[in-house]
């Protein structure tokens, strides 16, 4: 069965840094999805890309955040410059048409 | 944006015992998915349920859209259910996830 992949599973950065989180969608899925998950809280909602562009951004996703889909596999999240308060699970998601399919996870740890 | 309610917020079961999550949601969606988030932090998808019932072994799911709920049922639980239940919902596909259900099950 076809699913979602994300890389790294866990990622240490120092505060400051930039990082890029990247995530293999399902192919032929067409929209993608980045979410998050600080420690003991619920999941949120950051983006929604479809069609190579933006579609829908919730308010976390701010100027230091950024997305791409590089090539025909790849949907990547960049954080320019972490802070300690980006420390979390990012989820990658990938929808053919309503049913959403979230890959593993990364856990980024900023120090 | 949609609110959703999840009950209890933890659930202590013994093993073998029977139990039922419930999700409430402030608005009309077209998706409702719940998850079963496992001690590694992976979102497992159980049920991709917008309206009508499922069952997929010990495990089964309503969804009553017209009332905004949907329920989760765990059957003769065992300790490996134990983890936070997530109840997920849209509407034009962005989800909204409530705060989770906490369940332990202890043998």
């Known amino acids: 069965e076809p699913e979602v992949t994300q890389t790294p599973s866990h990622q240490v950065t120092q505060m400051g840094q930039e990082v890029i989180l990247r995530c293999v969608p399902i192919?032929?899925?067409?929209?993608f999805y980045w979410y998050r998950q600080i420690l003991g809280q619920k999941v949120e909602f950051l983006v929604s890309?479809?069609?190579?562009?933006?579609?829908?951004k919730s308010e976390i996703f701010d100027d230091q955040f950024s997305v791409e889909r590089p090539d025909g596999s790849n949907f990547t999240l960049k954080i320019r410059s972490t802070k300690l308060e980006d420390s979390a699970m990012y989820f990658c998601?990938?929808?053919?048409?309503?049913?959403?399919?979230f890959g593993p996870g990364t856990r980024l740890t900023v120090l | 944006g949609i609110q959703v309610e999840q009950s209890p917020p933890d659930l202590i079961l013994q093993e073998g015992a029977n139990s039922t999550l419930r999700c409430n949601f402030s608005?009309?969606?077209?998706?409702l998915q719940w998850f079963h988030q496992n001690p590694w932090g992976q979102l497992i998808n159980l049920f991709y349920?917008?309206?009508g019932t499922k069952q997929n072994g010990r495990l089964s799911a309503t969804t009553v859209a017209t009332e905004r709920y949907s329920l989760l049922y765990i059957s003769s639980s065992q300790t490996t259910d134990s983890g936070v239940y997530f109840c997920?919902?849209?509407?034009?596909?962005?989800?909204?996830f409530g705060a989770g259900t906490t369940v332990t099950v202890r043998a």
């Open positions: 349920i917008p309206s």
């Open positions: 192919s032929n899925h067409l929209y």
């Open positions: 890309f479809y069609n190579n562009e933006i579609s829908e």
């Open positions: 997920a919902v849209g509407r034009d596909y962005k989800l909204s």
């Open positions: 608005d009309s969606v077209n998706n």
């Open positions: 998601a990938s929808v053919a048409i309503l049913e959403q399919f």
